[in-house]
């Protein structure tokens, strides 16, 4: 099977899998990953294959979604890939990508994390859509699957969660700006990454800016 069939397989696999997957996680979210992995690789020296079924596989089971089970997606990826005949040493890089590429493996400071510019280039990729426009709605549309406020003044943001607190947070919408999706643009490891984070960043800023605004009832807003 050639490279451009694996993909075409993996697609409608995650395409499948994913079909009444929660707004900000369904194949729309993996398809601009996976587009954005594709751009920033251009200016890498990376392996195709890896990054185009890391950036669809990234999300095939979500833990948050799963009891907070972090294994079922790279076990779900590992028994897909092997059942297209995927090479071998594709499928374990593939799979330590999955189980690396979340955000809040980086609040665990124990972990010896896994790395590789495929790595880098679809973590990248992901947590641009986090951020922004795109990252803005995910972020409302998600708070309103969990049924959480949209704001409160008096529960302030925790700003040095560990991992364990991350997962188990019930905390408004608008704090999970200062606790994960403003801080995101300091974490981009690739040229092309960093460069396309800085207008999404300001554009939340600017939201912010506005939204207190309009909450707070100041005149021009």
Same mark, same amino acid.
């Given at each position: 099977?050639?490279?451009?069939?694996?993909?075409?397989?993996?697609?409608?696999?995650?395409?499948?899998?994913?079909?009444?997957?929660?707004?900000?996680?369904?194949?729309?979210?993996?398809?601009?990953?996976?587009?954005?992995?594709?751009?920033?690789?251009?200016?890498?020296?990376?392996?195709?294959?890896?990054?185009?079924?890391?950036?669809?596989?990234?999300?095939?089971?979500?833990?948050?979604? &799963?009891?907070? *089970?972090? +294994?079922?997606? /790279?076990?779900?990826?590992? #028994?897909?890939?092997?059942?297209?005949?995927?090479? %071998?040493?594709?499928?374990?890089?593939?799979?330590?990508?999955?189980?690396?590429?979340?955000?809040? &493996?980086?609040? *665990?400071? +124990?972990?010896? /994390?896994?790395?590789?510019? #495929?790595?880098?280039?679809?973590?990248?990729?992901? %947590?641009?859509?986090?951020?922004?426009?795109?990252?803005?709605?995910?972020?409302?549309?998600?708070?309103?699957?969990?049924?959480?406020?949209?704001?409160?003044?008096?529960?302030?943001?925790?700003?040095?969660?560990?991992?364990?607190?991350?997962?188990?947070?019930?905390?408004?919408?608008?704090?999970?700006?200062?606790?994960?999706?403003?801080?995101?643009?300091?974490?981009?490891?690739?040229?092309?990454?960093?460069?396309?984070?800085?207008?999404?960043?300001?554009?939340?800023?600017?939201?912010?800016?506005?939204?207190?605004?309009?909450?707070?009832?100041?005149?021009?807003?």
């Amino acid at each position: 099977m050639s490279d451009s069939e694996i993909i075409e397989q993996t697609i409608l696999f995650v395409k499948k899998t994913l079909k009444n997957a929660e707004g900000g996680h369904d194949w729309f979210h993996i398809q601009r990953v996976y587009n954005n992995s594709l751009l920033i690789a251009k200016d890498e020296n990376a392996d195709i294959l890896v990054v185009g079924l890391g950036a669809l596989l990234h999300d095939i089971a979500d833990a948050k979604f &799963n009891n907070g *089970d972090e +294994t079922i997606a /790279p076990k779900l990826a590992k #028994e897909f890939l092997n059942s297209i005949n995927v090479p %071998r040493k594709t499928i374990k890089h593939v799979v330590q990508i999955i189980a690396n590429c979340s955000y809040k &493996n980086s609040l *665990d400071k +124990t972990d010896k /994390p896994f790395n590789s510019i #495929e790595l880098s280039i679809i973590k990248d990729a992901d %947590r641009l859509d986090a951020i922004g426009a795109i990252g803005i709605a995910r972020a409302f549309n998600y708070g309103g699957f969990k049924n959480r406020k949209l704001y409160d003044p008096e529960i302030a943001p925790n700003l040095n969660m560990t991992k364990d607190e991350y997962k188990k947070s019930t905390a408004p919408t608008i704090n999970h700006f200062y606790e994960k999706l403003l801080l995101l643009k300091n974490t981009l490891e690739t040229k092309t990454g960093k460069k396309l984070a800085e207008k999404r960043h300001q554009f939340m800023m600017d939201y912010l800016e506005q939204f207190y605004g309009e909450w707070n009832g100041k005149p021009g807003f």
